[in-house]
């Protein structure tokens, strides 16, 4: 029901910062919460940040907690990941993915309906 495209990787050094966008088609982009995940190479994807369908409800792994910040604007069918004080291990792909029931485990692949072909984030040192 919503098609995701992610953009904004790159590769930077460590301390540097990347904004990812995902960019949603269709006319129900409002109706999802959505997510972040991001899976490194050799390893399972792992869940980074989640917001409510309206900016509420935003919760992060641990291991971004005050370096990442998810946002999103309906009105552009945009969500974005601002991501800053890049370490070494925040390398991976970036996925975007729409979650349309609230009650489901915003931690869990399962529980997403649509998810983005991914964006490449490398940090380097």
């Known amino acids: 029901q919503v098609q995701l495209v992610e953009s904004g990787g790159g590769l930077v050094q460590a301390g540097g910062s990347l904004r990812l966008s995902c960019v949603a088609s269709g006319r129900t982009f409002s109706r999802y919460a959505m997510g972040w995940f991001r899976q490194a190479p050799g390893k399972e994807r792992e869940f980074v940040a989640d917001i409510g369908r309206n900016d509420d409800l935003i919760n992060y792994a641990d291991s971004v907690k005050g370096r990442f910040t998810i946002s999103r604007d309906n009105a552009k069918n945009t969500l974005y990941l601002q991501i800053n004080s890049l370490k070494p291990e925040d390398t991976g792909v970036y996925y975007c993915?729409?979650?349309?029931?609230?009650?489901?485990?915003?931690?869990?692949?399962?529980?997403?309906?649509?998810w983005g072909q991914g964006t490449q984030v490398t940090v380097s040192s």
């Open positions: 993915a729409a979650r349309i029931n609230y009650y489901r485990d915003y931690t869990r692949i399962a529980s997403y309906d649509s």
